[in-house]
DNA sequence: TAGTGACATGATGGAATCATCATATTGACT
DNA sequence: AGTCAATATGATGATTCCATCATGTCACTA
């Protein structure tokens, strides 16, 4: 079972990668920690202003994906980076983005329906 | 209506991004067509050994999320990049992932209890 | 314009993900 | 030990995504 993942072609692995960063408040956890090196769950639940259970799913989701790093100290837990590339990969999507943005404004307006943002008024 | 995306927070049409992405049949129809420049329907078929409905569902998906361009000419239709930095994005999805492999040579394994593969058996 | 090949679209059941709520664990302080 | 703050886990209904099948459209040829 360990290998189950090894084994399969490499496509199949990131297309899991993806699904780990396809949700707006993973990217913009993400981000921030981008940003700012090293963060507290309560820092960040500062930021992005989400009930406590629902962060902590979605940091679990990060860190099954080991997009990120959590380290307890005293009665904090501090959330970083699991790599560099990390923050180059979410890099050259926003560029990706700038560039298809400026070339179609509409872009993904009509992606998918898109899916209507709960939470945040648009 | 046609703003609607744009007025949106840069991660939430980043994260629109990879939701196009997550999927193994779409990332390797986006590296074949990093490898290739340009291919038909028919082409990306004989590939991927996919349902013809299915694959084109698929089709429909990247070309929604502006990951590719059709293009009909005669009786074929042609797909590519529609832009050279998908191709930097999965480069650096794949640098990330080799890196992340080599550290822990178990990685995704024991990612969200992995999806089993259907179909294509690994 | 009938027929065939190449693609695309629509509908449907089932699986996976999300948001919310309740509950459990861990550490600091008393 | 008891309590409170910080964080994580589990369960549930709603939404979204996926795979399969049936049908529809466009282009070429006869």
Do not use: C, W
């Not at 990217?27 to 960040?44: G, K, N, Y």
């Not at 298809?100 to 872009?107: A, G, N, R, Y």
Request: glycine share 4%; charged share 25%; net charge neutral.
């Amino acid at each position: 079972m360990s290998l189950s993942q090894s084994r399969r072609p490499l496509y199949e692995v990131k297309a899991n990668l993806f699904k780990g960063l396809a949700h707006p408040v993973r990217i913009r956890l993400l981000e921030l920690l981008s940003d700012t090196e090293e963060l507290t769950v309560s820092a960040l639940q500062a930021e992005i202003e989400l009930e406590a259970s629902h962060l902590s799913q979605h940091l679990s989701v990060l860190r099954r994906h080991h997009l990120v790093i959590s380290e307890r100290r005293g009665s904090h837990v501090f959330y970083r980076l699991a790599d560099p590339r990390i923050r180059e990969l979410l890099a050259v999507a926003r560029a990706l983005l700038l560039t298809l943005l400026s070339q179609d404004t509409d872009l993904l307006s009509a992606a998918q329906g898109l899916p209507e943002i709960r939470g945040a008024d648009g």
